[in-house]
T-cell receptor, first 115, second 117 residues
Framework: GAVVSQHPSRVICKSGTSVKIECRSL??????MFWYRQFPKQSLMLMAT?????????EQGVEKDKFLINHASLTLSTLTVTSAHPEDSSFYIC???????????FGQGTRLTVV | AQSVTQLGSHVSVSEGALVLLRCNYS??????LFWYVQYPNQGLQLLLK??????LVKGINGFEAEFKKSETSFHLTKPSAHMSDAAEYFC???????????????FGGGTRVLVKP
């Protein structure tokens, strides 16, 4: 199957700093990528849909100025958590669909801890 | 709009016993349904998918699921549990024809499976 690589797998940052998470499709082109957030022992919550070459579409309640998404190429989308606070600590997961395919492929996830 | 309900947040089975994870969905369009497995601190791996072909779908690792339209269900089963099946399982529904790249997945709450030796 197609491979989605997410980096870093773990990151610890100080309150007030920004953190960038990368999501790459390694062997396919992804015009659309999805960013999810997962709290401990809970399901995945879709944060935004990232479209190559255009602005991301954010779900209701997600602050677009805090969670900046850039999809500069067909193989890379980035999520930047700006001015991070402890409540932003969570597991972030990206996914991508092969154009014309029926399934989404997921990255390994990023554990963000804000101290 | 679509939604997914997974009955039972935790399931405990003995090694070698049947695994049954329940999933019910609601969808305003013909559903496309998926089961994913998540191991600790990892992303999701697709177990199987239903995309309007055969109602009994076979997946990886010995799992299968049956789509029952009349019951709006897509329960996941495995005849004989293995220790390596201990993980979190998510049922998901697509909000439209999944070949459209922008169509989103809606996930159920997840079911954690514990396998006892």
């Amino acid at each position: 199957g197609a491979v989605v690589s997410q980096h870093p797998s773990r990151v610890i940052c100080k309150s007030g700093t920004s953190v960038k998470i990368e999501c790459r499709s390694l062997d396919f082109q992804a015009t659309t990528m999805f960013w999810y957030r997962q709290f401990p022992k809970q399901s995945l919550m879709l944060m935004a849909t990232s479209n190559e070459g255009s602005k991301a579409t954010y779900e209701q309640g997600v602050e677009k100025d805090k969670f900046l998404i850039n999809h500069a190429s067909l193989t890379l989308s980035t999520l930047t958590v700006t001015s991070a606070h402890p409540e932003d600590s969570s597991f972030y997961i990206c996914s991508a669909r092969v154009v014309g395919g029926t399934e989404a492929f997921f990255g390994q996830g990023t554990r963000l801890t804000v101290v | 709009a679509q939604s997914v309900t997974q009955l039972g947040s935790h399931v405990s089975v003995s090694e070698g016993a049947l695994v049954l994870l329940r999933c019910n969905y609601s969808s305003s369009v013909p559903p496309y349904l998926f089961w994913y497995v998540q191991y600790p601190n990892q992303g999701l791996q697709l177990l199987l998918k239903y995309t309007s072909a055969a109602t009994l779908v076979k997946g990886i690792n010995g799992f299968e699921a049956e789509f029952k339209k009349s019951e709006t269900s897509f329960h996941l089963t495995k005849p004989s549990a293995h220790m390596s099946d201990a993980a979190e399982y998510f049922c998901a529904v697509s909000d439209g024809f999944p070949r459209a790249a922008g169509n989103k997945l809606t996930f159920g709450g997840g079911t954690r499976v514990l396998v006892k030796p």
